[in-house]
Structures are given as C-alpha cells and as structure tokens.
C-alpha cells in the first residue's frame, strides 16, 4: 500500500489549494515581467506564448503515454475560436499594463467571470439571480472609482483601464471556449498546447507590424520573457488548471481573487508602486463585486 501514498496525497485537497495559491501567485508576477520587458507590449505578449508553446508540447506528449486526450479534429473550431480569444486577451492586457496601474489592469481584467455570466445571459437566456446583478452593481461602482483615480494620476491611465475592460471580455470568450473543450473531452495540456500555439502564429504578425521593439536587448530580457512564458503562463495556469479539477468550481473561482492582490503587492514592492486610498476603495469595492457575482451565478 506503500505506492499509493503518495498519488493520494497529490490529490488531496489541501495539495490543491497550494497548487491554487501558487499558480495564482506566478500569474500574478506576469505584469511584473510585462512592465520590465525590454520588448513592446504587443512582442511581449507573442514570446509569451511562443517560449511557452515548446514546453506545453512537450507535456502533452508526455502525457499521452498515461491516457489519450480528444482527437483534435472535431475540436479545431474551438481550439481556433480559443486561440484568437486569448490572442486579443494579451495583446489588450499587455498594452494596458503599460498605459495604467498594474492594480487597476489586473482587477479590471478579473471582471470577464461577470462578462461570462452576462455572455450566457444574453445568449443561452440564462437569467441571473439577484446576487450577480448586486455583484455587477458592486463592481461597476468600483470600475468607477478607479477611473475616477486614473484621470487623477495619468494622461493615458483612461485608457489602460478602457484597455483591461476590453481584456476581460476576450478572457470571457476564452474562458467559455476552454469550458466547452473540457466538455467535449479535451485535456488541460491539450487545450493550452493547441490553443497557445494558435495564438502565438496569430500574434506575430501583429506583433511585427505594431511597430513596436520585437526583441530585447540583453540576456537580461530574455530571462525576463522566460519567466513570463514559463512561471507565469505555463506553470501558472497549468497549476491552476490542476487545482480547479480537484476544487469544487465556486470555491476555485473565489479564491483566484488572490491574484490581483498579489498583483498589486508585487508593482508595490518590485515596481514601486503604491495604493491612494481612494484606489485601495475603488479595488476592493471591485473584488467585492466580482466575488458577489460569482456567488450569484453559481
């Protein structure tokens, strides 16, 4: 009975809210890596994926000796559908990151769970409860108030705050084009292998036509899109992707609030960036929003 120990205790439930907590805390370096990359916003977001997609292939390959993931083919129109949303999800956020707040990108980018709700809303006629559209209420108050804070600080925070607003609606999209993979069989390593790999050929050209610096400078910089490409999004979401099939959904969805406060924590302490007063308000008035929404839309 020795050899099963072990496995079991991979599974449980307390390895998995680490795995939670963890992955939450590498994806929330990444507009730490975003904001000191010697590349554009636009050619950051490519390397992003592009390192990342060598190391994802390599674990679906791996992976395929324990079990055999979906066929790709009946899944391609998503997989493409997904791979174009998570393209328009970086290049939006990255370029936000850069015009406003790391604090204020980040929490405007964690209200796609509210754009998911609306989304099945306005589309599968899923009406919500009283409690989402408290949430949204509460969240748009503090989307508001950040704003508000945004117009004070900076000439371009207006729209680094538009831009993460525009982020959460393509993360949304993504978010509900990885919920029907799952459903229709794919595997985590699947889906993150195929869709990065889409989007990564989507995002070079773009990338080469912004105009922007395509390569860093230094060795330093390309440490610093190694990181993004490995901590943040490979180990990041793949650590979270694990916990979420051990969590209950709720409680995995609520708990990844953690990030945009680690986000913020990080720009304070690496970047040098402190919280107003008025800013810490406008936030958690948005956190408590997005967690209300949560709540209601079970």
């Known amino acids: 009975m020795q050899p099963s120990a072990a496995p079991a205790k991979l599974s449980s439930p307390g390895f998995a809210f680490a795995a939670l ?7 929330a370096l990444s507009p730490i890596f975003v904001r000191v990359s010697e590349a554009g916003p636009t050619p950051t977001a490519f390397w992003r994926v592009a390192l990342a997609v060598p190391v994802l292939w390599l674990g679906l390959l791996l992976a395929r000796r324990d079990a055999s993931p979906a066929p790709a083919t009946r ?8 791979g174009f949303a998570f393209a328009g999800d970086l290049a939006f956020w990255h370029t936000s990151i850069k015009l406003t707040s790391v604090a204020n990108s980040t929490l405007l980018a964690n209200l796609a769970s509210i754009f998911v709700t609306l989304a099945a809303w306005l589309i599968l006629r899923q009406r919500p409860s009283r409690l989402f559209l408290l949430g949204l209420a509460c969240a748009l108050a503090g989307v508001a108030i950040l704003v508000r804070v945004s117009l004070r600080v900076s000439p371009t925070g207006l729209a680094g705050d538009a831009l993460g607003v525009v982020t959460a609606m393509f993360y949304a999209w993504y978010l509900l084009t990885v919920k029907g993979l799952r459903d229709r069989g794919a595997s985590t390593l699947q889906l993150m292998a195929i869709t990065s790999s889409v989007t990564a050929v989507i995002l070079l050209p773009v990338a080469l036509a912004s105009g922007e610096q395509f390569l860093p400078d230094s060795g330093s910089g390309w440490l610093k899109l190694a990181g993004l490409a490995l901590v943040s999004h490979a180990a990041g979401q793949g650590l979270i992707a694990y916990a979420m099939a051990t969590l209950p959904a709720a409680f995995s969805s609520v708990s990844l609030l953690f990030q945009p406060v680690m986000a913020a924590a990080f720009a304070w302490v690496l970047l040098g960036e402190p919280l107003g007063p008025l800013q810490v ?3 958690l008035v948005v956190l408590a929003g997005i967690y209300l929404a949560r709540r209601g839309s079970g």
Do not use: K, R
Request: one cysteine or more.
């Open 281 to 283: 308000v406008g936030g």
């Open 75 to 82: 899944l391609w129109p998503l997989l493409l559908a997904g």
């Open 21 to 27: 907590m963890l992955g939450a805390t590498c994806i």
